[in-house]
C-alpha cells in the first residue's frame, strides 16, 4: 500500500479556516482570519475577485450585496467605492463578539494585498501558516485575475515553495482552465480543482490538466466515499469544503482526507484533539 493510501492521523489533517474563522466574525475580514490565527488554524482561505481598477479583493459573491450595505457587481466597482462600505455589520447584528476585533478590521473591505502582509507577518514568527486562495473570475476578466495574482505573490516571495517544506500558498479554482493557467504560468504553485459534482468523466479519480489536489465538497464526500479513496489511491491529496460538523469531520479523518476547508476551526481542532 503507498503512503497515498495511509489515513491520515487527525494530527495530520490540516484545518483551513473557511473565509477566516467565518462562524464567529464576518467572513472575509480581516477581524475573522485574525480569529482564525488566534484560534490555531494552519491556513486560511479566500476567494478573490478583481476590481473595476485591477485590484484583488477578498469577496466570494459576484455582487457585493449579500455582505455589505452596497449594492453591484465587484467587477464593475472601484477599490475606492468598496473602501467605503460597511462589510460586517450584517453578521450577528444584535451581538458583540467575546473577542477583541482590532477597530475597523470587522466592517472593512479587505485587500489580498493585506491578507497577504499579514500571512507574511505570521509566517516570520516561524509559525508555518498556509494561505489557499480561490480564483473568481468573470469572463470578461480572462486570465487577469490569475495574471494579477500570480503578480502580487511574486512581489511577497510566495510564488515558489521554500527550500525545505511545503508551499506557503496553493491557488484553487472551479474552472480546470483557471488552474492551467496557473500552472503555466508558475508550475511550482500546488493548484486545486473543486468540485460541487461528481461528473462521469472524474469518476476513476484522475483531475484535469493542471489540477495536483482534489478539492471535492463535503457532499460528495459523504456521498461517494469509494471516489475518495479512488483519488487516494492515484496518488492525489483531498482537501475538502465546508466541513462543519462533527460527523463530518469524523468522516474526512476516517478516509484520511489532507485538508479540512471550515468555518469553525476551533471546534474542528478540538475535535482532532489539538488545542
Not at 75 to 101: I, M, Q, Y
Not at 155 to 182: I, N, Q, T
Request: glycine share 6%.
Amino acid at each position: 500500500m503507498t503512503h497515498a493510501q495511509q489515513p491520515s492521523s487527525p494530527a495530520a489533517i490540516q484545518v483551513v479556516a473557511h473565509r477566516g474563522a467565518s462562524d464567529d466574525a464576518p467572513e472575509h475580514t480581516l477581524a475573522a482570519y485574525r480569529k482564525a490565527i488566534e484560534d490555531g488554524a494552519d491556513a486560511l482561505e479566500c476567494d478573490v475577485r478583481l476590481t473595476a481598477d485591477g485590484q484583488l479583493v477578498c469577496v466570494h459573491d459576484r455582487r457585493v450585496n449579500r455582505t455589505s450595505n452596497g449594492r453591484g457587481a465587484v467587477s464593475a466597482l472601484e477599490l475606492s467605492e468598496l473602501a467605503v462600505l460597511d462589510f460586517g455589520s450584517w453578521k450577528d447584528r444584535e451581538e458583540s463578539p467575546d473577542w477583541d476585533p482590532v477597530p475597523g478590521e470587522l466592517t472593512s473591505v479587505l485587500t489580498l494585498e493585506r491578507l497577504l502582509e499579514l500571512v507574511t507577518e505570521v509566517r516570520a514568527t516561524g509559525r508555518p501558516l498556509q494561505l489557499a486562495i480561490e480564483t473568481k473570475h468573470p469572463t470578461r476578466w480572462a486570465g487577469q485575475v490569475e495574471e494579477r495574482l500570480l503578480r502580487l505573490l511574486n512581489e511577497f516571495g510566495l510564488d515558489a515553495p521554500p527550500a525545505e517544506g511545503p508551499s506557503p500558498v496553493r491557488v484553487m479554482s472551479f474552472s480546470a482552465r483557471s488552474l492551467h493557467r496557473v500552472r503555466t504560468a508558475a508550475p511550482a504553485l500546488p493548484t486545486v480543482y473543486l468540485m460541487q459534482f461528481l461528473t462521469p468523466r472524474l469518476r476513476d479519480g484522475r483531475l484535469p490538466a493542471g489540477a495536483r489536489i482534489a478539492g471535492p465538497g463535503i457532499r460528495i464526500v459523504r456521498n461517494h466515499p469509494d471516489y475518495i479513496r479512488r483519488l487516494r489511491r492515484a496518488g492525489h491529496q483531498v482537501h475538502v469544503w465546508t466541513v462543519n460538523e462533527p460527523e463530518d469531520v469524523a468522516l474526512c479523518a476516517e478516509l484520511g482526507i489532507e485538508a479540512i476547508i471550515t468555518n469553525r476551526p476551533k471546534r474542528v481542532l478540538s475535535q482532532l484533539g489539538r488545542p
